[in-house]
Antibody
Framework: EVQLVESGGGLVQPGGSLRLSCAAS????????MNWVRQAPGKGLEWVAN????????HYVDSVKGRFTISRDNAKNSLYLQMSNLRAEDTALYYC?????????????WGQGALVTVSS | DIQMTQSPSSLSAFVGDRVTITCRAS??????VNWYQQKPGKAPKLLIN???NLQSGVPSRFSGSGSGTDFTLTISSLQPEDFATYYC?????????FGQGTRLENK
């Protein structure tokens, strides 16, 4: 069974940093693109970043470029999102999502999310 | 960036109704559209990928169509468990973008 479990969320002050983790199991992690998608309270879905199978190619939404870094450790079946210089508008539930093997931009499994709250 | 405009933003329907949700892309994206269902407090679930391919385990009352800029998600006969929010997403290029969502409510 495919499982994605996020951790590392919490309350952080504006300008602070936080690192999210996503532990994957039940599939060949190194064979899939991986994504982070966020959802602000009561709002829609916003894609944040994704990362190629071997960690080479990565993409970000403009609003987080230079502040967030996506990475992965295929030996540990884990995906990460290092977030720095956090802003109030980064407050959201952050989902880890797997890309389909055939096309990594189609997101076929999602975790339950990690809540990040940026507030003083 | 490719903008995805979804309509309607909300919809009230009866069990058994046929429901259609539309999504328009700001430029041609061939058939690179996915549809997701999200229930309150839950993660999104992929229903349809590449415009019309039904994900394994998704009931056949769900279908998708379209190409280029105009896409539709149809539920042929609404069931009680289908009341949820639906999102389209373009998978043509990054940044990946979602429609603003359609909240489907029980009339």
């Amino acid at each position: 069974e495919v499982q994605l479990v996020e951790s590392g969320g919490g309350l952080v002050q504006p300008g602070g940093s936080l690192r999210l983790s996503c532990a994957a199991s039940g599939f060949s992690f190194s064979s899939h693109w991986m994504n982070w998608v966020r959802q602000a309270p009561g709002k829609g879905l916003e894609w944040v970043a994704n990362l190629e199978k071997d960690g080479g190619e990565k993409h970000y939404v403009d609003s987080v470029k230079g502040r967030f870094t996506i990475s992965r450790d295929n030996a540990k079946n884990s995906l990460y999102l290092q977030m720095s210089n956090l802003r109030a508008e980064d407050t959201a539930l952050y989902y880890c999502a797997r890309g389909l093997k055939a096309w990594g931009y189609n997101l076929d499994y999602w975790g339950q999310g990690a809540l990040v709250t940026v507030s003083s | 960036d490719i903008q995805m405009t979804q309509s309607p933003s909300s919809l009230s329907a009866f069990v058994g109704d046929r429901v259609t949700i539309t999504c328009r892309a700001s430029q041609s994206i061939k058939n690179d559209v996915n549809w997701y269902q999200q229930k309150p407090g839950k993660a999104p679930k992929l229903l349809i990928n590449t415009a019309s391919n039904l994900q394994s385990g998704v009931p056949s009352r769900f279908s998708g169509s379209g190409s280029g800029t105009d896409f539709t998600l149809t539920i042929s006969s609404l069931q009680p468990e289908d009341f949820a929010t639906y999102y389209c997403q373009q998978s043509s290029s990054t940044p990946l973008t979602f429609g603003q969502g359609t909240r489907l409510e029980n009339k």
